[in-house]
């Protein structure tokens, strides 16, 4: 595997008043392409704020973020957000889908950003969505929504798909059917996929779990046999 991200003395600090907080604190890592990874760790240590610096939605204080042997922090407003728009698929725990496009329009509403011709049926035939192209967000489930979502993520395959809580507002079962999609996406595009999560029982199917406290990287677990999403109880 090649390594697709670097990530060497990185820290973030936010000021609030006179208090300083290191949301990220010399954060030193390398993720392969093609790596599952989650990312593991209690309410405030720091999850939210290294996935936005991955993405490119935030800017770090000190450190350099290299991806794909592009050095990001130094990339002008107007780099990163070409860098966001081709390179990374953003899911989060509430779907951002456009209320008033169908399933098929949410998707194709990327090629006016990637300059792509996708093809919204044929995306969502391959997250198990045949039958509801023409569906509005309002008339799709929960499960469904998020498999829209991560349909627009992959249509332009990116690099990385950066999750936070892709599960959070779903039911066990559609969970697993979601997290199941993002195994696959690994195995079958080699995309990396980067979950962010409270729930500890995601660590099994990862390659390597990362757990963070109050902005550090308290210990890094890999994984040699990644187990299948049955294995997961929650
Ligand atoms: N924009 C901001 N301004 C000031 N402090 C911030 C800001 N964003 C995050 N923080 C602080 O940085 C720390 C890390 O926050 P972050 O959102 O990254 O944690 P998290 O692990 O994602 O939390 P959660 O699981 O609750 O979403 C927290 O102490 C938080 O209060």
């Not at 006179?18 to 010399?26: E, G, L, T």
């Not at 966001?84 to 169908?102: D, H, S, V, W």
Request: aromatic residues 6%; proline residues 3%; charged residues 20%.
């Amino acid at each position: 595997m090649n390594s697709l991200i670097k990530l060497s003395n990185v820290s973030k600090e936010y000021k609030t008043g006179n208090q300083i907080v290191k949301a990220a604190n010399n954060l030193n890592f390398t993720i392969d392409q093609g790596e599952l990874i989650v990312i593991l760790g209690p309410s405030g240590s720091g999850k939210s704020t290294l996935l936005n610096l991955l993405g490119g939605l935030d800017k770090p204080t000190s450190g350099e973020i290299i991806i794909d042997n592009e050095n990001i922090t130094n990339f002008s407003d107007k780099e990163l957000t070409r860098y966001r728009a081709k390179e990374i698929g953003f899911i989060f725990q509430f779907y951002n889908l456009i209320p008033n496009l169908t399933a098929c329009e949410n998707i194709e509403i990327m090629n006016d950003v990637v300059d792509k011709n996708i093809d919204g049926k044929e995306i969502l035939t391959q997250v198990g969505l045949s039958q509801h192209f023409n569906k509005f967000p309002s008339e799709l489930s929960g499960g469904e929504q998020q498999r829209v979502s991560i349909a627009r993520a992959i249509a332009k395959k990116p690099k990385m798909l950066l999750c936070d809580e892709p599960t959070g507002a779903l039911d066990s079962h559609t969970g697993k059917i979601i997290i199941e999609l993002l195994i696959n996406l690994c195995e079958s595009e080699n995309t990396t996929v980067i979950i962010v999560t409270h729930n500890s029982e995601f660590g099994k199917v990862a390659n390597r779990v990362i757990h963070i406290k109050n902005g550090e990287v308290e210990y890094i677990e890999t994984n040699e046999n990644p187990q299948s999403v049955d294995a997961i109880n929650w």
